[in-house]
Structures are given as C-alpha cells and as structure tokens.
C-alpha cells in the first residue's frame, strides 16, 4: 500500500501545491483517493490512469472536492480510454446532488453520475470495505457534513488515518487511534487560540492528538499559502515526540 499527496495546500491551491487530495495505491486493485481538490486530477494523471480508482469524500468544500466534475469528463469522454466500469464513490449525503449540479448541463439540473460511480453515503462509524481495504467515517467538527476517515488494509493490518477539516475533537483520537500514518491538518499555524471556532486546528492540536491516539507518524496537511508552516511544525514537536513530516505535493510514503 503506498500514499501520495496529490495536494495538501489548505484552502485554495497553489502553482506548486494543490488542494487537498490524497492517493492509496494497491498492487492488484484500483487506488483509492480521498479528496479531490483544485488541481489534483492533474497531480493523479501523473501517477495512473484516473479511471482506476475508488473516490470518497471527507466532505464538499471546494478545495476538497471541486474536481470531481472533471473527473466525470475524463471517464465519460476520453477518446481512447474512458472508464470500462463504475467505481465506487463514498461522501456526504449530499454529494449526488452538490457534485451533480457542478457537472450538469442545465442551470439548475443535477447530473446524475450512477453511469459511472456507484454511489453511497457515510454512515457514521460504519466500516466500509472497498477492495482490500476498510474505511471508518468519524464525525467531525466543521461548518458542514465532515468526516475523518480511517483506512485500514484487511492483509496486512496497516493504517492510515486523515482528520479532513476539522477542529479539534476526541473523535479525532479515535479516528486516528494507533495509525501508521496520521494526516492532520494545521490551518492556524502555531495556535488555535483566537481563531473562528469550531473550523480548523493548529500544529499543536495537531501533535496532541498523534500523542494521544498514538501514531507512528504524524504528517501536517492543509496549511493555507499565507499560513506558517514551519510554526506549525514545531507547536506540533512540542507536542509529540514521534516522527513528523510537513506534507507537500508529490510526497510518497510505503506502508
């Protein structure tokens, strides 16, 4: 199993970092992305072929999800190398409709997107097989329906954990509960404190919550371009003694 950053700029992308987006690869099944931000369906064109690939969402904020749309074109219209069948698509309640009405042709149509995906909702806390792989939705702490998603690989036991946007809740520490990889996100740099409530978490958040569930590595995601990252990165070393990597795009990581 190996992880890619497609993107991991909080936010809004950059010309070096896209949105949040997230690829798990497998040597004998389609991959598995979590989040499709601004500019990620580029970053996955680099590494396979699109079509291949399971989606799910941890929830529909642009930055997390305005590719998909795209997405849609690719697998729908490539001339030489559409999709031969439907993956699987996991998010929000909502995601039909909210992705339906960015791909539709009518202002206020909804494209329906069972040609090519088979779609199905979170249930909070319900495991969900995709392939070789289990995955556990979390509910979370952010203005809309957001989960934390837990990923565990049903050979081999390794597990990779992702906070999706949120701030800092116990749900998280369950979530992420002895991951091998733990990708948090640190959108107010050092400090929480005197940020919007109940919206994103700092680097210390960060580190508390990989000490708490116990991970092996804690990697920081979704820091906005006007954010401190290297700030970030040392609130969450204050915090947590074990290994910490600042995300960018194009990192790769062996489970």
């Known amino acids: 199993m190996k992880l890619t950053i497609l993107g991991c700029s909080g936010s809004v992308p950059t010309a070096a970092n896209s949105a949040s987006g997230y690829l798990v690869s497998f040597p004998d099944s389609p991959s598995i992305v979590m989040d499709l931000g601004s500019g990620t369906l580029a970053q996955l064109e680099l590494h396979q072929d699109p079509c291949d690939a399971h989606i799910t969402f941890s929830h529909l904020h642009a930055d997390h999800c305005l590719d998909f749309p795209s997405l849609m074109v690719w697998r729908r219209f490539h001339p ?19 992705l339906g009405r960015l791909s539709s042709d009518e202002v206020d149509g909804v494209d329906d997107m069972s040609d090519t995906f088979a779609f199905s909702p979170w249930v909070a806390g319900q495991r969900e097989l995709i392939d070789e792989v289990y995955m556990t939705p979390f509910p979370v702490l952010h203005p809309i329906e957001t989960y ?17 946007d949120s701030a800092y809740t116990e749900s998280l520490i369950d979530a992420a509960r002895g991951a091998d990889i733990f990708l948090c996100e640190a959108a107010w ?59 960018a795009a194009g990192m790769e990581f062996e489970l």
Not at 80 to 98: L, Q, W
Not at 148 to 162: D, N
Request: aromatic share 4%.
């Open 80 to 98: 030489t190398a559409p999709a031969v069948s439907r993956n699987f698509c996991i998010g929000p309640k909502d995601t039909p409709v909210h």
């Open 148 to 164: 934390a998603l837990r990923m565990e690989h049903s050979k081999t036991g390794k597990t990779i954990a992702y906070s999706g």
């Open 189 to 247: 740099g050092a400090s929480s404190e005197g940020k919007a409530p109940n919206m994103h978490m700092s680097g210390a958040d960060a580190g508390r919550l990989a000490r708490e569930a116990g991970v092996a590595k804690l990697v920081l995601v979704h820091i906005q371009p006007w954010g401190d990252p290297q700030a970030a990165l040392e609130a969450a070393r204050a915090e947590f003694e074990g290994e910490i990597v600042l995300g």
